[in-house]
């Protein structure tokens, strides 16, 4: 059974930078995509970014891509997400994920999620 682990969030003031990590275990790592979603209250989940894990490959959300890096580390089978230019809008639980194949921002296209990693930034 894949899990996921992320860590890294935490309170952070306007024009701060945040490194969320997350760990992957219980999947084959090269054979999937690792994305990063968030969830503010009372919106939908959208999603940010996604790596592939067998080339690189990224994607991110095109309203969003311009302060956010997605990278890995494979050695550590681990997908970070660095968040810089910290807005207050981008408070949310910010959630990894992966999807079998290659990147995707579409959330039901992921098999495993982890537990979540709340972001709040104060102005």
């Known amino acids: 059974e894949g899990q996921l682990v992320e860590s890294g969030g935490g309170l952070v003031q306007a024009g701060g930078s945040l490194r969320l990590s997350c760990a992957a275990s219980?999947?084959?790592?090269?054979?999937?995509?690792i994305g990063w979603f968030r969830q503010a209250p009372g919106k939908e989940r959208e999603g940010v970014s996604c790596?592939?894990?067998?080339?690189?490959?990224?994607y991110y959300s095109d309203s969003l891509k311009a302060r956010f890096t997605i990278s890995s580390d494979n050695a550590k089978k681990t997908v970070y997400l660095q968040i810089d230019s910290l807005k207050p809008e981008d408070t949310a639980v910010y959630y990894c994920?992966?999807?079998?194949?290659?990147?995707?921002?579409?959330?039901?296209?992921?098999?495993?999620w982890g537990q979540g990693t709340q972001v709040t930034v104060s102005s």
């Open positions: 790596i592939s894990n067998s080339d690189g490959t990224t």
């Open positions: 994920a992966a999807t079998w194949g290659i990147p995707s921002l579409y959330s039901r296209a992921f098999d495993y």
């Open positions: 219980g999947f084959p790592w090269n054979d999937y995509s």
